[in-house]
């Protein structure tokens, strides 16, 4: 049984930082084909960021460009994604997800893409 259990979440101030991280069990090369997407008060699920052609290639929505930065531990089987200049914009829940594929040669930006998903976790950023 495959399951994605992201932490970090948190309360912070407009501008500063988070550390989300998503760690997977059941699931080998999770981390090749897997995405971060949030959901705010009222809104639909979106795309935030994720990882694609065999875990060589990261993709990032216009909204978070230059501020989020996702990277891999192999190691740990973690994937981080890192929050910097947070926004009251960026409150939302996040969630981790990953295909139930390894391999996908485009980046998978919609929540239909993914086969697997965390619980979430709640960032709020104040003004």
């Known amino acids: 049984q495959v399951q994605l259990v992201e932490s970090g979440g948190g309360s912070v101030q407009a501008g500063g930082s988070l550390r989300l991280s998503c760690v997977a069990s059941g699931y080998t090369n999770w981390r090749n084909c897997m995405g971060w997407f949030r959901q705010g008060p009222g809104k639909e699920r979106e795309g935030v960021a994720g990882?694609?052609?065999?875990?060589?290639?990261?993709y990032y929505a216009d909204s978070v460009k230059g501020r989020f930065t996702l990277s891999q531990d192999n190691a740990k089987n973690t994937v981080y994604l890192q929050m910097n200049s947070l926004k009251p914009e960026d409150t939302a829940v996040y969630y981790c997800?990953?295909?139930?594929?390894?391999?996908?040669?485009?980046?998978?930006?919609?929540?239909?893409?993914?086969?697997?998903w965390g619980q979430g976790t709640q960032v709020t950023v104040s003004s």
């Open positions: 990882v694609y052609n065999g875990g060589d290639s990261k």
């Open positions: 997800a990953a295909y139930y594929s390894s391999w996908c040669p485009r980046p998978r930006t919609t929540r239909d893409e993914y086969t697997y």
